[in-house]
Each structure stands twice: as C-alpha cells, then as structure tokens.
C-alpha cells in the first residue's frame, strides 16, 4: 500500500519518507541516540534493501545535495580567523596529531583486512573525522563546554574540520584531473576560478559584508533568507567552475564568518540542514545493499574497536605528553569515539569519483552507526567511566602537570573558611557577597576563564571538578566551615544529583566534619540529597521568590544589588 501511496506523487512520497523520519527520530530520541544514527536507519529503512519507497531519486538528490552545501556553508561561517587564532598549542597538537596517528593505524588495518590501497586510504581517512554536531550536542547538555578538557576537545574538533576542508579540495583535484578531457589545462582553468572565487569572498568580507548583514538584519528572516541564497549561489558557482558544490558552500560560508551576525545565521540554519541532511541519508540508504552491510561485519567491528578505543587513546596519549592529567585526557578523548557525517560524505564522493566501491561505503555507513551510538552513551556517562578505566592510563600521565591544571599556587593551600564550586552567575554572586563581607572563600571552577576572571577580582580561585575525586581529596578541609556547590540539576535531574551525592560521599569519606551545601532546582530531590548527608539544601528560584515576595509586601529591606561579572556563554574562548 505505501509503496502505491508513495508512486502516486513526489508530494506523497515526501510525505511518507517525513513522517517514517520522525517516527524513527522518536525512537532514536528515547534512547537518548542523536539524529544521524536515526536518519541512517531511516536511509536504509526505506531504500531498496528495505521497503524501498524513494521512487523521486532526483529530487531526493537535490535535497541531499543541498544539505551538503550548508552543512559546508555552516562549517565555513564558524572558520573565523579570530576563532583559529585562538585555538592553543594542546588543540592544535591534539588534533593533528589524532588525525596523523589514526590515518596511519586506519590505513594498516584496512590493508591488513584485504582492502586496495586506494579505499584502504579513504577508510582511514572516513575514520579521523568526529562530529562536530553531537558533541557540541552532548557537552551542551552536560555543561561542560567550558571545561578545560570541553575547550580542549572543541578546539581539536576546529582542527579536524579544517582537515575536512583539506580532504575536500584534494578530492575535487583528483575528479578534475581524473575527469574526461582532463589534464593540466583543465586543472589551471579550475585553479583560476578557485582564485577568483577566493578573492572575491575576500574583498567581499573587506568591504560588503558587515554593512550589508548590517542593514538585513533589520529583518530576522530577510538575513536568513540572504544566507540561504549566498550559499546556494557559490554552491552553483563552485559546481560550474569544478570546485564542486561543497567547497562553494564553504566559501559562502567563510565570508559570512567575520561578521558579527554569524551565530545568528547559524542557530537558525541549524534545523534546515538537518531537515535537508535527511534526504542525503535516505539517498545513501537507497544505495546500500544490506548484503554488503552483513559481509562488512567482521570488518566494521575491528574499525569500530579501533575508534572506540584507538582514538580516544591516541588523545590521551598526546595530551600526557603534553602534561594534562590522565582524567582531562580521558574526557577530552572521548569526544573523538565515532566517526560524523563528513565520513560518510567523503566515501560518497570517493564514490561518485569511483575511488571506491559500495561495499566500502556500507562498511563506513556500519563503523558510523555503531560508533555514533555507542560513543554517545560514552561521553553522557563518563564520569561514571572514568574510575573503570583510571588504573590503566596511569602510564600515560606525567609526573609535571600541566600549568592549565595545576595553575593553582599556594592558593589552595591556605586557610579557608569556604569552598565554593561553581563560580557561574548563582555562585559567582555568592562569591562576591562573601568577598565583600571578609569570609574566606576559595572559589572552584573547570572554566580556566572563570578562574581567570574571578582571580583578577581578589578571589582565591582554582582550577577544579568536584566530580574529581583526586582533586577533592587534595584540598586543605581540615579548617573549612562549609563546602558549597552551587552546580545545578535543572536540565537533566540525575547527572547532577548524582554527582553531588557523590561529592558529599566522598568529603565524608575522607573524614570533613564540616557543612555542606548543594544547589538544586527540584523539590523532589530535597529529600535524597539531605540522606546523603547534605546540611542546608538551597533552592535559587524559590529562595529569590520569598525575597521578592517580603521585599514587595514590605517585610525585608532593599538588599545590596552587587554587579558580579558575566563570563559564560558570550565569552568563550572557542565557540561552538
């Protein structure tokens, strides 16, 4: 019946593909899974080997095609050259380095499984790239993009996108050279228009840029609409001159990326790419052959191994080198445990070049499905993997830790009458309040700009995570009165839960005889948190609504209004 419905009309099979898409993405959203893993299934679930449903391949292939180019477009406005200027030796070293040792390893074990030289190079290639998306996704919702080891990691991540780019234009001089009526006169005439492209996105972003998104602007959906026309405009281009569509795209992208409307455009193209990434999925899905997919099994669970656990480390390997604690390396590693959506892009154009065959793309599409899956389940609980594994990567730390991790002094060694971690909007005007009246506070933070920032204001300030158990153990307690975390449990209600009972758990278990106080933003969690032995439970929200409440019935007087200082979100280092 569907497969009637669906040759009826392009209107009808669009419709059924939609809503086979968000019946899958429900699914794949209860079990915590990103879109990717749920629009690869979608792909295969209605391609050929499936109930085969796409009938409309071109238009299927126009969709797809423009999911790339702003996918590409996306990439391109976050390359700013402040943003890369910004990225630190340890991103930078990290990066390369991940991306180094794991074409090397990817390329032997691929040769080593039978593969030709050719596909065993695009295999290892498709296995350095990590997404972007998911993990700015997943540290997102944990909070930990500020954290020196989230910093870390999205700097390496900058880094591999550019090897994208890198990757990209490698492959389309390959096409050109390896095109019909090819050679080095049609190789010069592409390098010139890629030239005069180049130039006119740099005298664009010199002079038009920043006054023409200026005045569209004024209109929220007229700049969105100019970004969308920019960037199918240079796809086109890029495609006529031989670039291709993707490296059009991020051009497009690049002169938009110096104006300081860039993460406007790209919070609202977000949902259009991924609506149009759909169809590039469902079209890679009617080329699988789920026969290949079983013969790829063997192969996909030794690639899958190798980024699970070669990747994340190779990153931990690099990062003790380099001084950072095994606990910092381990995290930021995770980060790296799956291959993105450019790996499948690129074997697509390996493809379509004919570099490679199906069997290598279903191989790749398998590693991406499993990886992705399993890597998020990874970085959501790995705090909770960390004490598993820490004995085995003892070897990898070094002796001398990194200043980024130990840039603490005597700080914390002095007396104290309050430790207070978290030093956000809510306990950053704690520690002010404290400061201003002569308490003795220690301040604690995994923002290194947080500590930074706070030190410069007369704060005792460190470098910490209370869901480090090493660190907490470490701290002078002997004389402290209360511990404070002011972390909050608003977005999720059990990380954060969990990780103060276990702060709690563990300050009692190494003897602190002191108070403890915790945030939190649910009622329900009051009682939990008081078993575990937490002295006063604070309730930022409801607490602020009793002040106003005696405040306008006149029952408290005027409190001190105190500017603390903002340094989250609008001023990260790297963004995402």
Do not use: C
């Not at 169809?279 to 790829?296: K, M, P």
């Amino acid at each position: 019946m569907l497969a009637d419905l669906v040759s009826a009309s392009v209107f009808y099979e669009v419709a059924v593909l939609l809503v086979i898409a968000a019946a899958v993405g429900l699914a794949g959203h209860m079990l915590r899974q990103p879109l990717i893993v749920s629009f690869i299934l979608v792909g295969i679930l209605v391609g050929p080997a499936g109930l085969d449903l796409v009938r409309s391949s071109d238009h299927v292939e126009l969709l797809s095609q423009l999911g790339i180019a702003l996918l590409l477009f996306l990439v391109g406005i976050k390359l700013d050259v402040k943003l890369i200027q910004s990225l630190g030796m340890v991103s930078l070293a990290t990066g390369l380095g991940q991306v180094a040792f794991t074409s090397i390893i990817g390329f032997a074990i691929a040769l080593g499984l039978g593969f030709d030289p050719l596909t065993s190079i695009y295999i290892a290639v498709a296995l350095t790239f990590s997404s972007t998306i998911i993990i700015v996704k997943l540290l997102s919702d944990k909070r930990e993009i500020d954290s020196l080891h989230g910093r870390i990691a999205l700097g390496f991540l900058i880094v591999q996108d550019l090897v994208v780019v890198l990757a990209m234009i490698v492959l389309s001089a390959i096409g050109i050279g390896g095109a019909e009526n090819g050679g080095a006169g049609a190789l010069l005439g592409v390098l010139l228009a890629g030239i005069l492209m180049v130039a006119a996105v740099i005298v664009f972003i010199r002079f038009i840029a920043n006054p023409l998104t200026a005045i569209l602007a004024r209109s929220p959906e007229l700049l969105l609409s100019f970004a969308i026309a920019l960037a199918a405009m240079f796809a086109a281009l890029g495609d006529l001159f031989g670039l291709g569509k993707e490296l059009g795209g991020l051009l497009a992208g690049v002169a938009l990326a110096s104006t300081p409307y860039r993460e406007a455009v790209s919070a609202r193209l977000a949902p259009l790419r991924d609506f149009l990434l759909l169809f590039f999925f469902i079209g890679l899905g009617s080329r699988l052959d789920l026969s290949l997919l079983g013969e790829n099994i063997p192969a996909a669970a030794i690639f899958s191994a190798f980024v699970l656990i070669g990747n994340p480390l190779i990153v931990v390997i690099i990062m003790g080198v380099m001084g950072y604690r095994r606990r910092t390396g381990f995290l930021a590693g995770l980060t790296v445990a799956q291959i993105s959506e450019f790996s499948l892009i690129f074997m697509a154009m390996g493809l379509s070049l004919g570099h490679v065959n199906d069997q290598a793309l279903g191989l790749v599409t398998l590693v991406g499905l499993i990886t992705i899956a399993a890597s998020t389940y990874m970085i959501t609980y790995s705090h909770r993997l960390y004490p598993l594994v820490e004995p085995l990567l003892s070897p990898f730390e070094r002796r001398n830790i990194n200043h980024a991790e130990t840039d603490n002094g005597e700080t914390a060694q002095k007396h104290h009458d309050i430790v207070l971690f978290g030093l956000g909007r809510y306990g950053g005007a704690i520690a002010q309040r404290l400061l201003n009246r002569g308490v003795s506070t220690l301040g604690v933070d995994f923002n290194p700009s947080a500590v930074k920032l706070w030190r410069e204001r007369g704060l005792d300030a460190v470098y910490g995570d209370l869901t480090d158990q090493e660190f907490l153990t470490h701290l002078p307690l002997s004389q402290v009165r209360w511990v404070i975390s002011t972390t909050s449990d608003l977005e999720t209600g059990v990380t954060h839960e969990d990780t103060r009972i276990a702060m709690i758990s563990t300050l009692r278990k190494f003897g602190f005889a002191g108070k403890i106080a915790v945030t939190s933003q649910r009622g329900a969690a009051l009682e939990r948190l008081q078993e575990a032995g937490a002295d006063l439970i604070l309730f930022p929200f409801q607490d602020a609504a009793d002040q106003a409440v005696e405040l306008l019935t006149g029952e408290a007087p005027e409190p001190e209004r105190i500017e603390t200082p903002e340094y989250s979100d609008d001023q990260r280092d790297i963004e995402d």
